[in-house]
């Protein structure tokens, strides 16, 4: 069975500054998907940007990217020039990317999550 | 603005009570989950619906009883829940199970007394 662990239960940035969310996963799968979510005070999950395993290139979106570590199953997120609405609760996640067999599959494997405060 | 809704936002219900939540999405969609979020836990996948069809359970006690009428809407069916039960109950949809992203709604806080 695949796992998610994200081992930092909280973590402080100062505005403007770069802050690495860490993430490992276990999975016997070859093929699959990475993500990161975001989930603010307001309770709304947002997905912020995800990876497929086959694709070496790092996923960027703006100012969030991820590091990408297949061989050592790492998936961190970077969040750079940080402002105070990246405040919140990330999630990472796991999905595999086989198709259904006997109605099964698509299911997210989240991690147990990191909060993140912004300081001004 | 997910285009996913959930009602009600906040929910207090006794132990011998029956309620109802209610997910609804207007994004196409064909596959619909609900997960429970509990304090200091990971989300826990409770049911999956992939065209009005119940495709997974996840060993969810029967006090939670899923109902999906159609592709756009979905329900938890809650009857004599415990304390236990208290927790963020979201709803996400995708456009067909196992093959796209999901989308979340802002979840119904859920207390039993």
């Known amino acids: 069975a695949q796992t998610v662990t994200q081992s930092q239960p909280e973590m402080s940035v100062q505005e403007a500054e770069t802050v690495t969310l860490s993430c490992t996963y276990d999975?016997?799968?070859?093929?699959?998907?990475l993500f990161w979510y975001k989930q603010p005070p307001s309770r709304q999950m947002i997905l912020v940007i995800r990876?497929?395993?086959?694709?070496?290139q790092n996923a960027t979106e703006n100012r969030f990217s991820v590091n990408f570590q297949k061989a050592a199953k790492s998936f961190s997120l970077k969040i750079s020039d940080s402002q105070l609405g990246d405040a919140a609760m990330y999630f990472c996640?796991?999905?595999?990317?086989?198709?259904?067999?006997?109605?099964?599959?698509?299911?997210?494997?989240f991690g147990q999550g990191t909060e993140l405060s912004v300081k001004p | 603005e997910t285009g996913v809704t959930q009602t009600p936002r906040h929910l207090v219900m006794g132990m011998t009570n029956k309620k109802s939540l209610k997910c609804e999405q207007h994004l196409g969609h064909n596959a619909m989950y609900w997960y429970k979020q509990s304090a200091k836990k990971p989300l826990e996948l409770m049911f999956v619906?992939?065209?009005?069809?119940?495709?997974e359970n996840n060993s969810v006690p029967s006090r939670f009883s899923p109902e999906c009428p159609n592709s756009s809407h979905l329900f938890l069916h809650l009857h004599t829940l415990q304390p236990e039960d208290s927790a963020l109950y979201l709803c996400?949809?995708?456009?067909?199970?196992?093959?796209?992203?999901?989308?979340f709604g802002p979840g119904t806080r859920l207390t039993v007394t």
């Open positions: 996400a949809s995708s456009r067909r199970q196992g093959l796209s992203e999901q989308y």
């Open positions: 999975t016997s799968e070859s093929d699959y998907y």
């Open positions: 990876q497929e395993a086959y694709k070496q």
């Open positions: 996640a796991y999905r595999s990317s086989y198709i259904m067999i006997y109605n099964q599959g698509g299911k997210l494997i």
């Open positions: 619906y992939n065209f009005k069809e119940q495709t």
